[in-house]
Every structure is written in C-alpha cells, then in structure tokens.
C-alpha cells in the first residue's frame, strides 16, 4: 500500500449508514445470472468461487428476507467470514471497494448474530431492537452480488474452491 493508498483510507468517511442510505442498482445482474445458472447446483456447495459466493450471499439474503435470521447459525457466520474474506483477496477491487465490503459483511454478520441472541433468549423480547434482527432491503446483498459479477467479468472461467465439508447450508 502506497503513502497514497494511506491517506485516501485515512481520510474515507464511508460508513454502513452512508451504504445503506444510498439507492442502489445492480451493475452486473446478467453476470451473477451466468453464475446462478452454470455454477450454482441446485444443492450443496459449488465447486467453484464464483458459484459459492453467490450461493451464500443469496443464502444469506434468504434467510433475513424470508426468515427473518429465525434460522442464524455458525454456518452463516461462516458465511459473512468467507464471503469478506475471499473478495478481500482480489486485487480487483479498489481500498474503497474493500472497505464497503467489509462493512457491509460485517453487519449483515451483526444482525445475524443480534438475532441468534434474541432467538436464544439471552435478549428479553421487551428489550429487542427489531430494527437489528435482519437487514431486509437488497441494497447490501445487491452491491455484494454486483462485487461477485464483477469477479466473474474479469475472471470469466471458473476459479477452483475446495468444498468445506463442516458447513452444513
């Protein structure tokens, strides 16, 4: 990282808030389409980096959407882990790009574990913030979808992922 790389990060003022107040649309919908159809299997993980990303992010935006992260377990924590992780890898992605995914990982991974705590009692129902217990809009899980389309338009063939046999979804 450049002394400029430095200061540009120094002097971001990016926040989850400023993400989740801005409207978004997805800039590589047909490429996260070409994923779902031709890498991700109906069942089980994906065999390919592409196809697991898209596959947990989707899994994840289910399970706030539908379920309201009822379901939230060690596997979507995983998730959110992976999912950080892996885009934080690609040299693709600008220290701006890196720091949105990060944020926004991690509070997908905040409400979901808020939840799991709620769900487990260990936060009383008259003290729960419903407000916290699943981020519901598509604008996070779309920029992170679009962060994935993007991969596969520079990387156009599939790129190899060893399947983890510990997770379960």
Not at 3 to 30: G, N, P, V, W
Not at 31 to 47: L, M
């Amino acid at each position: 990282m450049g002394i400029f790389d430095k200061l540009k990060r120094k002097s971001s003022s990016l926040t989850i808030e400023k993400i989740i107040a801005t409207d978004y649309s997805q800039k590589y919908f047909d490429e996260c389409k070409y994923i779902w159809k031709n890498y991700v299997p109906k069942s089980g993980q994906a065999d390919n980096l592409q196809g697991e990303l898209l596959r947990e992010i989707e899994e994840l935006r289910c399970e706030a959407q539908d379920d309201g992260n009822i379901n939230w377990d060690e596997d979507h924590s995983y998730f959110c882990n992976f999912i950080s992780k892996k885009l934080l890898e690609q040299s693709i992605f600008s220290n701006i790009e890196k720091e949105e995914i990060t944020l926004i990982m991690s509070y997908i991974k905040e409400c979901g574990m808020y939840a799991q705590k709620f769900n487990s009692g260990i936060i009383p129902e008259n003290e729960v913030d419903i407000d916290k217990i699943a981020y519901t809009d598509n604008n996070l899980y779309d920029i992170i979808c679009d962060k994935i389309g993007q991969l596969q338009k520079e990387h156009n063939l599939p790129i190899p992922y060893e399947k983890n046999d510990t997770i379960k979804r």
